[in-house]
C-alpha cells in the first residue's frame, strides 16, 4: 500500500514534470528566455517533492519490510524513490538539463547584451 502512494506521486510527478521537459526542447531552438521562468521553477518541483515525501515517512514511518522511522525510513524512502525518479521514470535527469539549458540560455543573453552595450558605446565615442 506504501509503494502504491508513492507509485502514483511519482505519475503525478511525471506528468508535472512533462512541460519543462518539452520546454527544454523548444528553449534549445529559441532565445527567448523570458517565457521559459516558470517551467525553470517547475523543474525544481521533482527534487522537492523527493526531499519532501522522504521527511513525511522520516516522521510518520515507511513500512517497507516493517516499519522503519526516524533517519532509516528517510534514507530509505530518499534512495527508494530518487532511484526511481533517476532511472525507472528519468525525471530528475530530464529537469537538470532543462536547468542547465535555461541557465546557459541566461548566461549567453546576458553576454550578448553586454557585447552590444559596449560596442553601442564604442560607436558613441567614435
Known sequence: MFIVKYVLGVVL???????????????????KVEKHRIPFYISFLPHVLLI???????????????????????????????LIL?????????????????????KKRKKLHKLDSLRDALDDNS
Open 13 to 31: 510527478i511525471l506528468i508535472i514534470v512533462l512541460l519543462p521537459i518539452f520546454a527544454s526542447i523548444h528553449l534549445a531552438k529559441t532565445n
Open 52 to 82: 519532501c515525501a522522504s521527511i513525511y515517512s522520516g516522521i510518520n514511518g515507511a513500512d517497507f519490510y516493517g516499519m522503519m522511522y526516524g533517519m532509516d525510513a528517510f534514507l530509505w524512502i530518499f534512495g527508494v524513490v530518487g
Open 86 to 106: 533517476c532511472t525507472i521514470i528519468p525525471i530528475i535527469p530530464a529537469c537538470a538539463i532543462y536547468q542547465i539549458v535555461y541557465i546557459a540560455k541566461i
